[in-house]
């Protein structure tokens, strides 16, 4: 929890002439919607208090000024063309405030270009006019550290030339680009955001296209991707619409954060890229609730200690569905899921060890030796005290203690810890969510239990009759019982969240909408939308208001929920207040 992150500030997301293009009178160019308007492409990264620009084009005064930028630590360029350098001449008020030069980082062709059309920087003949300070630092294609952030260059084709796209903890930005060879495409596996060049429908020899970025998409499975350097081919909204909900179109303002840390990889075989000797932790982990956390804190630790990989052992399908389908458990969470959430507690690499009924076979020992000692070089093993393992379950903690000194590895058994007067457990997180104690559910899972999908079009009830809701499609098994809760809201593609109240049911209010199947999710936000809604949401339930129930007609239930309302805004502010308190003190 509260591992660091990389804020992400989009401040241009057009192509090389920007949108408008200057006498174009195309719709898009006339465009009344801002996201329409795009300067010439950029971001700026902002962690652990330092503010880092990738790119620096002609519209860095105004992109900065937008922000109101008071400090600038470094540029990262991608290139040279025009479109991503021309605003170097503007860091000279950071150079006044800070005293210091500014640090520029690029490939040695980029500085090349950069000295030959910022001649005067470089050239010793001082004028009296003030000129930049920079200081070059040329960079060879292999990952630094930039402020305690591992940034990796990801080279990529742009026509002929060359361009480099950046990555940074679980983010990654390419712009222009054609192409993205083998090699680099390893380096961006396990994201959790992509920027990616999507100039326009038509081919274009030096950019990539909406058709080409969805293949990279298709391929690297990003959790969410953005799509910039956009021609004025391509309108906002139309496009956005067309696009699958994981992927949006950037605009100039977007804000979002990714992970500073690396998303743990995950393995599904032995050897390579698995990192070995590691100290490991094994389980199911479904929901990595606060008791798996303690876990995976103390492998990080030892890790940490002698210099070794942290490692998690996790099984798909979960075993049961091998070995007693009839009692196999609705998960919490998806096994990518799990592994982001791992990362936050500090563990660096998952593997994913296929369940059969060969593996449910192995006797404890074998267990051990094969899997845990030979197959991932396991030097340090931690895991609960009612740890079981090998065939029928057999093993524990006891015969665990006897093999670790038989074999030669360390190990720790933790006492489960409790929340609610009982053992934290991932069974007794479903049976809470299943009762709709979601305030416990949260307790246990040390976060709030949150349901992510598509906002969808409703039944048209909600805006028409009561007041406007998001209808959530969800994937996940599983729902808190029906009921109203307290909620957030969250657009899982930028910073916007919202205060909310969630109706979990089966609109029992209206005729013929009660079957089974129709079982939704409809959100109402407690503050007002301002921009565009969001394609997709995750909803966190925080307390549970009321029992779902029927009215006699649609106003009785508006009246109920306009209380609920209340009472959720009533909740939020003390929320507020409370978290203002702990800030103060
Ligand atoms: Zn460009
Ligand atoms: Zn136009
Ligand atoms: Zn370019």
Same mark, same amino acid.
């Given at each position: 929890?509260?591992?660091p992150r990389?804020?992400?500030?989009?401040?241009g997301?057009?192509?090389?002439?920007?949108?408008?293009?200057?006498?174009?009178?195309?719709?898009?160019?006339?465009?009344?919607?801002?996201?329409?308007?795009?300067?010439?492409?950029?971001?700026?990264?902002?962690?652990?208090?330092?503010?880092?620009?990738?790119?620096?084009?002609?519209?860095?005064?105004?992109?900065?000024?937008?922000?109101?930028?008071?400090?600038?630590?470094?540029?990262?360029?991608?290139?040279?063309?025009?479109d991503?350098?021309?605003?170097?001449?503007?860091?000279?008020?950071?150079?006044?405030?800070?005293?210091?030069?500014?640090?520029?980082?690029?490939?040695?062709?980029?500085?090349?270009?950069?000295?030959?059309?910022?001649?005067?920087?470089?050239?010793t003949?001082?004028?009296q006019?003030?000129?930049?300070?920079?200081?070059?630092?040329?960079?060879?294609g292999?990952?630094?550290?930039?402020?305690?952030l591992?940034?990796?260059?990801?080279?990529?084709?742009?026509g002929?030339?060359?361009?480099?796209?950046?990555?940074?903890?679980?983010?990654?930005?390419?712009?222009?680009?054609?192409?993205?060879?083998?090699?680099?495409?390893?380096?961006? /596996? @396990? *994201?959790?955001?992509?920027?990616?060049? #999507? !100039?326009?429908?038509?081919? &274009? =020899?030096?950019?990539?296209?909406?058709?080409?970025?969805?293949?990279?998409?298709?391929?690297?499975?990003?959790?969410?991707?953005?799509?910039?350097?956009?021609?004025?081919?391509?309108?906002?909204?139309?496009?956005?619409?067309?696009?699958?909900?994981?992927?949006?179109?950037?605009?100039d303002?977007?804000?979002?954060?990714?992970?500073?840390?690396?998303?743990?990889?995950?393995?599904?075989?032995?050897?390579?890229?698995?990192?070995?000797?590691?100290?490991?932790?094994?389980?199911?982990?479904?929901?990595?609730?606060?008791?798996?956390?303690?876990?995976?804190?103390?492998?990080?630790q030892? /890790? @940490? *200690?002698?210099?070794w990989?942290?490692? #998690? !052992?996790?099984?798909?399908? &979960? =075993?049961?569905?091998?070995?007693?389908p009839?009692?196999?458990?609705?998960?919490l969470?998806?096994?990518?899921?799990?592994?982001?959430?791992?990362?936050e507690?500090?563990?660096?690499?998952?593997?994913?060890?296929?369940?059969?009924?060969?593996?449910?076979?192995?006797?404890?020992?074998?267990?051990?030796?094969?899997?845990?000692?030979?197959?991932?070089?396991?030097?340090?093993?931690?895991?609960?005290?009612?740890?079981?393992?090998?065939?029928?379950?057999?093993?524990?903690?006891?015969?665990?203690?006897?093999?670790?000194?038989?074999?030669?590895?360390?190990?720790?058994?933790?006492?489960?810890?409790?929340?609610?007067?009982?053992?934290?457990?991932?069974?007794?997180?479903?049976? &809470?969510?299943?009762?709709?104690?979601?305030?416990a559910?949260?307790?246990?899972?040390?976060?709030?239990?949150?349901?992510?999908?598509?906002?969808?079009?409703?039944?048209?009830?909600?805006?028409?009759?009561?007041?406007?809701?998001?209808?959530?499609?969800?994937?996940?098994?599983?729902?808190?019982?029906?009921?109203?809760?307290?909620?957030?809201?969250?657009?899982?593609?930028?910073?916007?969240?919202?205060?909310?109240?969630?109706?979990?049911?089966?609109?029992?209010?209206?005729?013929?909408?009660?079957?089974?199947?129709?079982?939704?999710?409809?959100?109402?936000?407690?503050?007002?939308?301002?921009?565009?809604?969001?394609?997709?949401?995750?909803?966190?339930?925080?307390?549970?208001?009321?029992?779902?129930?029927?009215?006699?007609?649609?106003?009785?239930?508006?009246?109920?929920?306009?209380?609920?309302?209340t009472r959720?805004?009533?909740?939020?502010?003390?929320?507020?207040?409370?978290?203002?308190?702990?800030?103060?003190?």
């Amino acid at each position: 929890m509260g591992a660091p992150r990389v804020r992400i500030d989009v401040l241009g997301t057009g192509t090389s002439v920007g949108v408008p293009s200057i006498g174009c009178g195309c719709p898009v160019c006339t465009s009344p919607d801002p996201r329409d308007k795009r300067l010439r492409a950029s971001v700026l990264l902002r962690y652990h208090g330092r503010n880092v620009l990738i790119d620096a084009g002609p519209d860095l005064r105004q992109q900065l000024l937008r922000l109101g930028l008071t400090r600038l630590d470094a540029i990262l360029f991608t290139h040279a063309h025009a479109d991503h350098i021309l605003g170097l001449d503007d860091v000279r008020p950071f150079n006044f405030r800070q005293k210091e030069a500014i640090p520029i980082y690029g490939t040695r062709e980029t500085m090349a270009t950069i000295r030959q059309v910022f001649r005067y920087i470089f050239e010793t003949l001082h004028s009296q006019s003030t000129i930049p300070r920079v200081e070059v630092n040329t960079i060879d294609g292999r990952p630094f550290d930039l402020f305690g952030l591992t940034i990796t260059p990801v080279p990529v084709k742009h026509g002929s030339g060359d361009c480099l796209g950046y990555r940074f903890g679980s983010g990654a930005y390419l712009t222009d680009h054609s192409a993205i060879p083998p090699e680099s495409m390893k380096l961006l /596996a @396990g *994201l959790d955001a992509l920027f990616l060049d #999507a !100039l326009r429908h038509r081919d &274009h =020899p030096t950019h990539s296209t909406v058709r080409q970025s969805l293949d990279t998409v298709a391929e690297l499975q990003p959790r969410r991707t953005y799509f910039t350097h956009i021609s004025h081919e391509l309108g906002h909204e139309d496009t956005e619409r067309s696009l699958p909900s994981p992927v949006a179109i950037a605009f100039d303002g977007l804000a979002l954060d990714v992970a500073a840390r690396e998303p743990a990889r995950v393995a599904r075989s032995f050897g390579p890229p698995w990192r070995s000797p590691c100290a490991l932790t094994i389980g199911n982990f479904d929901g990595v609730h606060r008791g798996h956390a303690e876990l995976m804190h103390l492998v990080a630790q030892r /890790a @940490g *200690l002698e210099g070794w990989a942290a490692a #998690a !052992l996790t099984f798909d399908p &979960h =075993p049961a569905r091998i070995v007693a389908p009839e009692r196999a458990p609705r998960l919490l969470t998806s096994i990518e899921d799990r592994a982001r959430r791992m990362t936050e507690e500090g563990i660096e690499q998952v593997f994913v060890l296929p369940f059969d009924r060969e593996i449910a076979a192995l006797s404890p020992e074998e267990f051990v030796e094969r899997i845990l000692l030979r197959g991932l070089g396991a030097r340090h093993i931690v895991v609960g005290e009612d740890f079981r393992f090998g065939a029928k379950q057999s093993g524990d903690v006891a015969l665990l203690e006897t093999l670790s000194k038989r074999l030669g590895f360390g190990l720790q058994a933790i006492r489960k810890i409790d929340s609610h007067h009982q053992h934290i457990s991932s069974t007794a997180i479903r049976r &809470h969510l299943d009762k709709g104690e979601v305030s416990a559910a949260a307790q246990a899972l040390g976060r709030p239990y949150a349901i992510e999908g598509e906002v969808v079009r409703g039944h048209g009830i909600g805006s028409k009759q009561t007041v406007p809701t998001l209808n959530l499609a969800w994937t996940s098994p599983v729902v808190p019982a029906r009921g109203v809760y307290v909620t957030k809201t969250r657009d899982t593609h930028s910073l916007r969240e919202w205060p909310s109240v969630t109706n979990v049911g089966f609109r029992p209010t209206f005729e013929g909408a009660s079957d089974e199947r129709s079982l939704s999710i409809e959100t109402f936000l407690l503050t007002p939308l301002e921009d565009a809604p969001p394609r997709r949401i995750s909803v966190e339930f925080l307390h549970r208001l009321r029992d779902e129930r029927k009215f006699e007609d649609p106003s009785a239930l508006r009246e109920q929920i306009l209380r609920d309302v209340t009472r959720s805004n009533a909740y939020h502010r003390r929320v507020a207040r409370w978290v203002q308190t702990v800030r103060d003190c």
